[in-house]
């Protein structure tokens, strides 16, 4: 089984909400991913946690804040978004194996900011 | 600068008609090169890996091959709902997403 589940699938919120998306893993991956897509774009690494703890921001404005509670879950807490952050948000999972790293994503929640 | 680009951008092919998808790439010590397909408003769905040079594999009517400055997704008889965009991605050496580099993706069309 490789399934990243994600919550919600769609999200819209106003530029002074408070929201958090989630993502969750049972397959024991020690590396989880969020990403940001615009349309027509390939995704674009936002944070990365390995063994719970954040390894990369890839310079992400603080609006956006990752949780990692635990190995199976990652959150992204969203406060005070404008509408160019509107995009397909993607959580990814992978493992390090002899062989390399393969990356399995979920489907995605659309968060439109208005 | 690890680099990845995906050649065409689009393609329209008629059902049946077989054609090969293109991934360039530049990257010092390559640690794997990825497939994947996505539908649109979807998550990538995940193909293949391919590690070295020579190295094939398939699935259904997808073959990829890699070879050490390029990879190819060949697709045999193609049907309509192999239309999708794919996105080819190279991995450097580094851990957990570091060096994790993604082409622009081909959109692909397969009409009726």
């Known amino acids: 089984d490789t399934e990243v589940t994600q919550t919600p699938k769609h999200l819209v919120m106003g530029m002074t909400n408070k929201k958090s998306l989630k993502c969750e893993q049972h397959m024991g991956h020690r590396a989880m991913y969020w990403y940001k897509q615009k349309a027509k774009k390939p995704p674009e690494l936002m944070f990365v946690y390995s063994y719970e703890k954040l390894s990369i921001n890839e310079s992400v404005p603080s609006r956006f804040s990752p949780e990692c509670p635990n190995s199976s879950l990652l959150n992204l807490h969203l406060h005070a978004l404008q509408p160019e952050d509107s995009a397909l948000y993607l959580c990814?999972?992978?493992?390090?194996?002899?062989?390399?790293?393969?990356?399995?994503f979920g489907p995605g929640t659309r968060l439109l900011v208005l | 600068e690890d680099q990845v680009t995906q050649s065409p951008e689009a393609l329209r092919l008629q059902e049946g008609e077989s054609s090969s998808l293109n991934c360039s790439y530049t990257?010092?010590?390559?640690?794997?090169l990825f497939w994947y397909r996505q539908d649109p408003g979807k998550g990538p769905e995940f193909l293949f890996t391919l590690y070295s040079a020579g190295e094939e594999k398939e699935k259904e009517r997808l073959k990829a091959t890699l070879t050490k400055k390029e990879s190819f997704l060949h697709i045999t008889a193609p049907k309509p709902e192999d239309s999708a965009t794919y996105l080819c991605?190279?991995?450097?050496?580094?851990?957990?997403?570091?060096?994790?580099?993604f082409g622009p993706g081909t959109r692909l069309s397969v009409l009726p």
């Open positions: 990257v010092s010590g390559l640690r794997g």
């Open positions: 991605a190279v991995q450097a050496p580094g851990n957990y997403g570091q060096n994790f580099v």
């Open positions: 990814a999972s992978s493992q390090v194996t002899a062989l390399g790293e393969t990356q399995y």
